[in-house]
């Protein structure tokens, strides 16, 4: 039975001062691994779901502990390779309220940046896969990681496995060209499945859609003009009133008929990384279980219970998001 | 003259991940020690009162700490036991907003549930007792545990103390028989004052009233029907919004007449745990100093105000209580 | 070109249990260096300004510490003496929500109490001074402080400086004699900006003018009328809703004119110390660089970014203070 | 290929207060996850090989993070059960020099103790092993324990498998019968390696040996006079000059020919827990890659180095403690 | 009967950055209550004798903890007052190897020094008592303490209580006069048990004994002859090798005798301070239960364990002590 | 005057797993800054010497973190440039005993490694400058970096500059070619002190010189005749018993005359890392202010203490190494 999902992308690891702090103030930085595809991988892997992460760590104990970290979730670690360059990393200094987070990144020269294409046997990897999952963040670190991808977009292709593509444009990123919006449309076009929006389809197209209902299933029906590999559009769209304070919605354009879901609030937010992430593994959790209105509301509950959980992976089983997703919104203690 | 208050009932020590943190993202725990009927005892004995508390506590340095522990309020510890079982405990994850805090038990074969009842000399022990309060925790441990309880009450009753019952029924506990709400009902028969309302009422006779004031209402009428030792009836409503905003408010049933007091928001809360007994030691408290519908209000902000207090234990003043009661809602630093 | 800022005051120690826990739940506090006129300097230097701080510090590890500490902003510690005595600290129980913080204070026989006022060479120390900082802190803590601030006033007043005052009454000080009105006013009359408002006025002449912006124009008036010297006067207001929440405004009278900025509202608030300082030197980075209206904006944001900035020190930068004036409210991660 | 290594045993958890400090000094503990048999499994994994191993843990969230834990080290853990009693646990004060440390279990009502021997698969369990590794706590703390651990050891013996004995009789077990030295003889009878001294067999054979050379040879004679399925006799000698410093020594009874190692020092010890059984996990590497005593003198340096890391388990790479091995000592730092 | 024991003393704070880190390098310190008084009493109370202590703290949060912690030894702090001065507390650097600890103090305006000695009801107080502690700081740190002690004797004389003496001279003390050799020879010729050596009868009488055992001898007759109050003397050599080892042996002239203990090695040594307040409550105990040379080990037992516990206070049961005054020291685990 | 101490190099993080615990085991870690060279420049600004450091940072708060630091010590930052890289750091794993400490570095492509030799106005820089410190690391970590040094160098030699070299070749750095030895041999013959010995020269001329006493004066006449600006020759010599034991001594080649100081022993050791850069801050302290036999035991028993202190960076005063120079080794509190 193909049920296994693969997840391909950087493992990073992050840094942060304690509480509030800024760095200035601190002698100690909490630590956690992370990485956009590799917080898919683990929030699907908590879930009860057969996972593997492909990647590329550091030749060194940075980089064992990190497998070992991936380990502990079950995640089928096989295909991760090692080279003797540092493992990427970024420190975060926590906002609050009216202060932004702000993040410093180190990974533009680290192990998977220099990953080698040629030493992933993609078709080995993805045997028994019936989902891929891709994001934008990888193409834009490093030209070889850009290749690495491609190469395994293909395979999936042919191999006939569902992609998600989470085609995010990072700006800080794509230092080796200049090329990234095209690039990602190219990426794109070996996906099935989009999970983005207006902001994501208006910079893969150079489009200018309103970010309103209206702009977004104008968008998403440019997208499937343009791109016709994508079947199906989901998106988050996070209302940020502060840096403690969150609103999440879902909503999709599926079979050319728009839905959305309810409004979620989170107050306060405790951690906000990873949260595009535990949407991307609730809504692949649920095309696998739910249809696809379900999938929508359960991937937007993973995001707004992913909020009140520090670090980067959203460590909820199923249950606790059906009961996010039904309502039962927290006042409780579970004995 | 007649002013100590006794309390019976399990020292339990929590342990808690920093922060929200999982355990699995955690190599440290936060302790502390509480249990329902202690925190009574400590809050009781950090607002002045003289306190005894009675258990039975493990023969080891665990045992120890929390005798320590317990002796650090000033409570007498003269009448807690030893024996060769371990110190019951539980391991709490903290949610946030949307998510539930995570609540396991390890309590059932512990030092308190294997309470040896004849070791107890109740009668010394209540000597110049004014007040001896118990919850339904204790007999849902164990059948000694209740036995031991029972034996307290008889004496209680025979020497024309006051009683305070907190008679919630915990599913989770009552293991050893199916029995819970008739042993719940036989313990009350012994009580003078009824810490609860609709949802206990409605467990102990197994009615079903509803929680709104007139349901209320009707329950203490048919409660004091059933169970005349009952003279008057307090509960605390709370309404919680999410895992960190929670409203309190509280009401009575005393002389055929209905009263209840201001409500009362937190945001944020820092720990719910306790809160319940914050109010039953707020209100004995207020029965003791002030006029009934005093002590309510009273009890309701001592509620609140801990609310912010991390651990199981209330620790405020008289005066931190009457400064919430008085609506001098915190947004000062008193030097 | 006379751009420096020169700050004087009591460099203090303080001393908190981590989180919202009280001392009696702890064995380990964290600590910051601060002092009211320090947090000013470090505040402006961290704006990028030319800044000198004058104190005395203790002749031991506690002091060097101190003194390194204000060194890393940058600060120059030239006029900083020592003496045997030990260095002022104060600890602090961190409330939240309906629970007021509580500050219990060690200085009045501290380093700087006995500060001797024949050891600062203040023309020296004033040279290339554009702006000397004051508050009511200093003369309220010991004879010996205000002397040596009235000392630093008059040379000031004789070189031309802009001198800013911040006097504050605080009736926890003010041991060695009865007239900290009396004092106040008269340090208030060697000033030229005075930063404060009714409460303040009110103080300082013995009035009772109303808080509202009626009663704050009368005051400046009647102020302005008494005390000659003062040209422009710069108020925050705070409305404290809770310890977790609060809402500030500016607002001026100059050249006869009113003017008032937007409502902040930060929620939570990780730290409360210090956000009148943090107006205070975003005022005088104000005044420095913009013109008054935009000055006091500038002012009101950096008190509202404080908020959200643990111990007593505001560590934002000018680009991070405009944001928040202009209305980017944290929302977002700065990658 | 049968290569595997399969562990049976308790998964325990482990608290302690920081540092040397006592628990009445505390506030938090730090955690740990170990077992005796559990150690020798994550430091053979560590080591590269293939481990599996067979336990029963908590139907909680306590139990999650153990099983997390376990596969972090790419142990198998198919068949580690769950059932509803809490998993079990200890608290550890760590002594000093001339303090001892101090040891209060919680774990003989714990899931393991409570395991269900019908629900092992055992013929499944063992496919594909080669080395099957138990100890004496296993059947000294319940009597299903007992029972599941015998039919484990029947399977072994039945399909060929090298069986590897750490019969350790600890007084603070047996609660349940009293008959542990039987039943640990009759347990060894299964067993191919016996892993332990004089102390050990005086205790199952019921005799007195000394301790010294001569002693330990007699012992071993007698042991496979009485038990002739054990084929080879490992020990390691624990010289304990305070709770800060210790020696060890292996020594060996093989084909009627004794052998020792090395005396190996360790000053300071970071931590004693689980270095016997980074004695056992050496061994069996040893016993698998190399020559008998080259087998042994691994196991003490594995011992050795054991007792410079923090918590239970082993994390030293076989290159690591070769290096022990061959001397060199650790005063270097490996860039 | 009288078995009570009553110290006299000074409660201070002791502050400390983690580990062997200095200030500079700090953001957080450790704290612990103590005071070489208070340290003599929880010890006792910890071996389980009854135990008052009289002391005067601050009359605020941090006066408050200190009392709780006093209680949490079962130690009666009845008269214990209260007044408007902050506690006195110090700052510790702790050294390592060939670096020496460091000292900053903040003590000589606080609480304790303020004490008021009419305030104390001494002949109520040492109703009961059969031993009285006193030690050579309080009289250094205030005029006040001073005359309070001296009342404290002389009621004790009066009720023919045992006094035992510690007069340390401390040089960094006797800030208000200079008569420090003098009042200590004063306050010690109200005492029975004198508990020192050479260097503090050199002190006291200002004479030059050497410190070895002849010279011990002759300093003993000497004070025997000048202040004959004085019946037994016992003293703790320490002989320290570096910050991280010490050893220890004790030595005393009785009726005429002289006997000594074996020398006790600790090494590592965790804490130093308070290690002549562990031989002391280990005399005191002694002398209560053993005959006088028995005494004397186990006080020098005391002394060194408490080497081995973090903080002032030596945490060890009767039982602890007595083991490693058999010489068990230390390499096993207590389960 | 000329008194001032410049020193160049790269400013570089750490970040370390608390205590003895491998990376694997931990959540979080401590930071310190430090860099072979600004740690020769932090203890020669603790000793009260005016120093700057000139280094290349990166262009965000992690950079702006670094040169906070810096300033901390009163150090000049004026000619620390910045560039859009990565500030360079490594991960440690402190050993103890057996075990090894590990290191991982991440700082090959960081923003020292892309300084623009270009930028620093080495005249300007150099102006009053008495000593220019270089170390080995420099040149190793990029082509830049040594033409940057080279430059500076050469500056410094024209302005008649005393230029001290600590030229110890890193096998794990010369990425960039392979030409280590020669580059090194090139950069000592701009310096007139060469701090190394045996390993150093055998290094830079590649010979074979044995480490005893007679193969060090070989090396060191060897030295000066192949390259001549080498005026003196000061080594550490470090026995390193366990990476928890170490001992060092000093010697030197001056005048064509050997001497040597006592050795020091180092037990236990806190942090080893700096112990070298603590030698040469302590001889250049020394050579200021001693003659050279007496700066050669300073130096020794500055780096002895540097083990006592964990980071980087000596904290220790002059007065601090004097005292273990004097041979007061620790075992008291100076109050």
Redesign the interface.
């Known amino acids: 039975m193909m049920s296994k999902i693969v997840t391909f992308g950087e493992v990073i690891m992050r840094?942060s001062p304690?509480?509030?702090?800024?760095?200035?103030?601190?002698?100690?930085?909490?630590?956690?691994f992370g990485g956009t595809e590799l917080n898919v991988a683990a929030s699907l892997a908590t879930m009860g779901c057969e996972v593997q992460h492909i990647s590329c760590v550091?030749d060194?104990?940075?980089g064992?502990?990190a497998v070992?970290?991936i380990?502990?979730?079950?995640i089928d670690?096989t295909f991760i390779n090692k080279n003797e360059h540092?493992?990427g990393?970024y420190?975060l200094?926590v906002?609050?309220?009216?202060?932004?987070?702000?993040?410093?990144?180190?990974r533009?020269?680290?192990s998977f940046a220099n990953i080698q294409p040629e030493k992933i046997a993609w078709k080995e990897a993805l045997e028994e896969c019936q989902y891929f999952h891709w994001t934008g963040i990888s193409p834009g670190i490093s030209e070889s990681a850009y290749e690495a991808l491609k190469e395994g977009l293909k395979t999936a292709q042919n191999m006939g496995i569902e992609v998600t593509a989470d085609p995010a444009y990072?700006s800080?990123l794509w230092k080796y060209g200049e090329k990234g919006h095209e690039i990602l449309k190219e990426l794109v076009s070996y996906s099935t499945i989009f999970i983005g929006g207006v902001n994501e389809i208006n910079e893969i197209l150079e489009t200018q859609f309103s970010s309103d209902k209206e702009g977004f299933i104008e968008a998403c029906k440019e997208l499937k003009q343009q791109v016709p590999s994508v079947q199906r559009i989901f998106d988050k769209v996070r209302i940020?009133?502060?840096?403690?304070?969150?609103q999440t919605q879902g909503r999709a354009w599926v079979d050319e008929t728009y839905f959305e879901t309810d409004l979620?609030e989170?107050?306060?937010?405790?951690d906000?990384?990873g949260t595009g992430d535990a949407f991307a593994a609730g809504l692949i959790y649920g095309l696998k279980n739910f249809d696809d209105e379900k999938a929508l509301s359960f991937a937007n509950a993973a995001c707004?219970?992913k909020?009140?959980?520090?670090?980067d992976i959203n460590?909820?089983s199923v249950e606790?998001i059906l009961?996010?997703m039904n309502g039962?919104?927290?006042?409780?203690?579970?004995?």
Chains 1, 2, 3, 4, 5, 6 share one sequence.
């Open positions: 840094l304690p509480g509030n702090r800024t760095m200035k103030q601190s002698h100690e930085m909490e630590f956690f550091s060194d104990f940075v064992e502990s070992s970290f380990q502990s979730f079950g670690t540092p493992l990393l420190f200094e906002g609050s309220s009216v202060r932004a987070s702000r993040i410093a990144y180190n533009l020269n680290g990072r800080n940020g009133v502060t840096a403690s304070t969150q979620l989170i107050n306060p937010v405790v906000r990384i707004a219970i909020h009140t959980i520090p670090g460590y909820s606790d009961e996010v039962n919104s927290g006042g409780r203690i579970k004995r």
